[in-house]
């Protein structure tokens, strides 16, 4: 598939990834059996993990859908990033984060460091992707689908350019066009 001149090759299928969402859905049933917690998918990217997770979880649960926004105050350097929509209190409450992939993990520590702020009883996070500069510096993701390298991927919610989040598996970008 050719988007906007990059050419993207198969990279994870719809059964594999299918696969993975169930064991990771399974490990989150166990360990909080005796919790209520508060899924937070991170909008856009995470909204078909987020959905296709949601349908194995089997204990009670809330789910509430966040942003983050590209920059906070006059700035439009993108550097201060800012977490929106949040319309529940989370004061006491167990959160999982479900994230599309973390890369630099800039993000991800932005919005743990808010989330933290807000009283919460316990903060976790769910990614189906972590790339290697996250795991390089020890970012720490409880719950991870894949461990890739440090090349972009699209689809499954993943998007180039806004363009490519419909496609149900995963794809990425071929090196040395
Ligand atoms: P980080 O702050 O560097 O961890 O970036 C995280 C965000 O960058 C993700 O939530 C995605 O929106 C975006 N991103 C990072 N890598 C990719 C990729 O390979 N494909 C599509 N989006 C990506």
Known sequence: MNIKGIEFVEFIGETEIEKKIQA?????????????????PVLNGSFMFAADLLKHITIPCRI??????????????????????????????DVIVVEDIVDTGLTL?????????????????????????ARDKGINVRFTGFDI?????LGYGLDY?????????????????
């Open 149 to 153: 390298e440090d090349e972009f991927v």
């Open 24 to 40: 990771l859905a399974s490990e989150i049933n166990q360990l909080y059996a005796d919790k209520t917690p508060v899924f937070l």
């Open 109 to 133: 520590q932005k919005i743990l460091d808010e989330l933290r702020a807000l009283g919460t009883r316990s903060v976790e996070v769910i990614s189906l992707l972590r790339k290697k500069p």
């Open 64 to 93: 509430s859908f966040v942003k983050v926004s590209s920059y906070d105050g006059l700035s439009s350097t993108g550097q201060l990033k800012t977490l929106i929509g949040l319309e529940e209190s989370l004061f006491k409450q």
């Open 161 to 177: 350019d806004g363009l490519g989040r419909n496609q149900r598996n995963l794809l990425k970008a071929q090196r040395n066009q």
